[in-house]
Nanobody, 118 residues
Framework: QVQLVESGGGLVQPGESLTLSCAASGSIFIYTMGWYRQAPEKQRELVAT???????NYADSVKDRFTISRDSAKNTVYLQMNNLKPEDTAVYYC?????????????WGQGTQVTVSS
């Protein structure tokens, strides 16, 4: 079973920055890795993803503020979040589409809270 371990959430003021990281364990190949978020009483939504080929995808609401990056050798993905806004407050979930033992699976982390408030 693939484990995704997230870190880096916290409480910040509007305009500040945070970096989230997520490391996947095991001898695996990861196709797509990225971040989703879920605010109270809202559906989970895509924030940003990156593929094994280096293609990235961002939600319109975070373009020009967030940057996703990946260290494939460490099976780790990062999300640099700049100029945070109160509407970015949510639980952020790491996602990885993994190939292991000839089986493709979708995997989620436990979530890390990001709160943006003055």
């Amino acid at each position: 079973q693939v484990q995704l371990v997230e870190s880096g959430g916290g409480l910040v003021q509007p305009g500040e920055s945070l970096t989230l990281s997520c490391a996947a364990s095991g001898s695996i190949f990861i196709y797509t890795m990225g971040w989703y978020r879920q605010a109270p009483e809202k559906q989970r939504e895509l924030v940003a993803t990156t593929t094994s080929g280096g293609r990235t995808n961002y939600a319109d609401s975070v373009k020009d503020r967030f940057t996703i990056s990946r260290d494939s050798a460490k099976n780790t993905v990062y999300l640099q979040m700049n100029n945070l806004k109160p509407e970015d407050t949510a639980v952020y979930y790491c996602y990885a589409q993994v190939l292991q033992f000839a089986t493709l699976s979708n995997n989620w982390g436990q979530g890390t809270q990001v709160t943006v408030s003055s």
